[in-house]
């Protein structure tokens, strides 16, 4: 097992990469780490390790430090179930762990949420930069120092074999023309627009 010094220069690693420390930060690391040695446990760690995350929140910046998997390399996948939930496993065998959260006891408190929003609109002072940013680091040790039943529910996990991402060639978008995956592109009164262009078109009639 590690140190307690060693899990906190890894997590010195996460809070660099982050910007900051924060209650989402030190669940994913949590997640991450427990995850890989679950892994390793299970034989079930190779170089193929695949990660599923149900956010985007902080906490996945931890999971992708630790675990190494990018949205470039195509072994980080994003559902968006807005769920603090994280799977981990071998692309090989499809053979991982899910670990789930058990309750919500490392949300923000409402002190965080109103300094949060000060943040947001800007009227922040430096006070309450320093009291958000002390609030977020003792939430982190807390999460950092809690039992892991009283964060994750851990259940091995069986996940179908994902394709590895396919690159398709690139046409132009008959409204901006940029040069736009021919996946990508809606075939729309026989002209291929691609999503930003639909997005756009859909804020107009919104306006
Ligand atoms: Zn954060
Ligand atoms: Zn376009």
Not at 60 to 76: I, M, P, R, S, W
Request: hydrophobic fraction near 35%; include cysteine.
């Amino acid at each position: 097992m590690k140190t307690n010094e060693l899990i906190h220069e890894d997590f010195k690693r996460c809070v660099d990469f982050h910007g900051h420390i924060c209650g989402g930060l030190a669940i994913g690391y949590r997640a991450a780490q427990e995850g890989l040695l679950w892994l390793k446990e299970h034989r079930a760690l190779d170089e193929e390790l695949v990660t599923i995350v149900e956010n985007d929140a902080c906490g996945v910046d931890a999971v992708q430090v630790l675990t190494g998997c990018t949205f470039g390399k195509g072994n980080f996948i994003y559902r968006d179930y807005g769920k603090m939930a994280f799977t981990f496993f071998s692309r090989k065998t499809g053979k991982g762990v899910r670990m789930a959260p058990v309750d919500r006891g490392f949300a923000p408190d409402p002190e965080q949420k109103a300094l949060f929003e000060k943040v947001r609109s800007n009227t922040a002072t430096d006070e309450d930069r320093k009291t958000l940013s002390e609030l977020g680091r003792k939430k982190a040790e807390a999460i950092l120092e809690s039992p892991l039943e009283k964060l994750f529910k851990i259940t091995p996990a069986q996940v179908p074999i994902p394709e590895k991402a396919r690159i398709h060639p690139s046409i132009l978008c008959d409204r901006c023309h940029e040069p736009t995956m021919e996946t990508r592109l809606e075939n729309i009164d026989g002209q291929k627009i691609c999503r930003g262009c639909q997005e756009q078109g859909a804020q107009h009639l919104n306006n």
